[in-house]
């Protein structure tokens, strides 16, 4: 760590110790590169000028015209981040105040039908790796980056043993589910380990797989914009909640630390309750 009088600019230097910090942290890896990508972005911004309240002020603002504030407030928590991390937490500038959306927008709610209509666009175009694939997030919740326990062994047992992020958690795999992982593995000749993976047995890169599912957009009949692998494990937060109503036990099976994070899973775009009040025949003229 620098000392707090000598650290007047942020330079690549400063970036590569702190990448050395998180990695002794054990942070994901694809939140180290995250926190990298928008310190570089600062240190463009800053162009070679000292690191200040006053410029990190301005510098928020810039973000404020060209990012929506749920991005500001990312970036913002990865220079915080470093800040803390240097001795200069005086600099930690405030996030903007968001107020939670009640409602989804109508044009990033995936369907139910929407998802049916992907599996299937999949199963025409021959891809057996990507329907059961999409089936397997949707049936389980579970993130792109845990495809990877996804394994024989917990299709054989039902259950995938998960450890991202430093959390461990139990993925239950529906048994209908199980016996479709068997069958493909043993058709693709898998012994062990990953079901999906690449010939060489390495875990599925994840732009390959958003990039498979946006090319079934057209033929699913599915708007681009509702179609990326996250949007799965939102739609298995809504259809369980729609059926438990029990935040508290979702939360679990999601890996979720906090409740309010599980609430944003379960936002729909408000078309049942647009619904429900058009039942209630209070209008009387």
């Known amino acids: ?104 927008r109508v044009e990033k709610e995936l369907t139910r039908d929407e998802y049916v209509r992907l599996v299937q666009a999949a199963g025409q175009r021959g891809n057996e790796r990507l329907a059961l694939l999409l089936q397997t997030i949707c049936a389980t919740g579970i ?44 058709g693709r000749g898998i012994g062990s380990g990953a079901v999906f993976c690449t010939r060489c047995g390495k875990p599925l890169d994840r732009s390959n797989i958003w990039r498979d599912m946006k090319a079934l957009c057209e033929s699913a009949g599915v708007q681009p914009g509702k179609v990326f692998p996250h949007n799965l494990r939102h739609l298995f937060a809504r259809t369980y909640y729609a059926v438990e109503k029990d935040l508290s036990r979702l939360a679990d099976l999601l890996g979720h630390t906090s409740i309010s994070t599980t609430r944003i899973y379960t936002v729909e775009s408000g078309g049942t309750h647009a619904r429900q009040i058009e039942r209630m025949g209070l209008l009387v003229t």
Not at 57 to 75: D, F, G, H, P, T
Request: one cysteine or more.
């Open 1 to 104: 760590m620098r000392n707090k009088q000598q650290q007047t600019t942020l330079t690549a230097w400063d970036l590569t110790q702190f990448k050395a910090f998180l990695r002794e942290q054990e942070r994901a890896e694809q939140t180290i590169e995250k926190y990298l990508h928008d310190l570089r972005a600062l240190m463009v911004f800053l162009n070679g000028e000292s690191l200040t309240k006053a410029a990190l002020i301005s510098w928020k603002e810039n973000l404020q015209e060209n990012y929506a504030a749920a991005s500001v407030n990312a970036m913002l928590a990865a220079v915080n981040s470093y800040l803390s991390y240097s001795g200069r937490g005086e600099l930690r500038v405030k996030p903007l105040r968001m107020q939670r959306d009640l409602f989804c």
């Open 143 to 186: 993130r792109v980056s845990e495809l990877q326990f996804i394994t024989l062994e917990a299709a054989r047992s039902g259950r995938a043993e998960v450890n991202c992020k430093g959390k461990r958690r139990t993925v239950f795999l529906p048994e209908k589910l199980r016996r479709m992982l068997l069958r493909f593995a043993k």
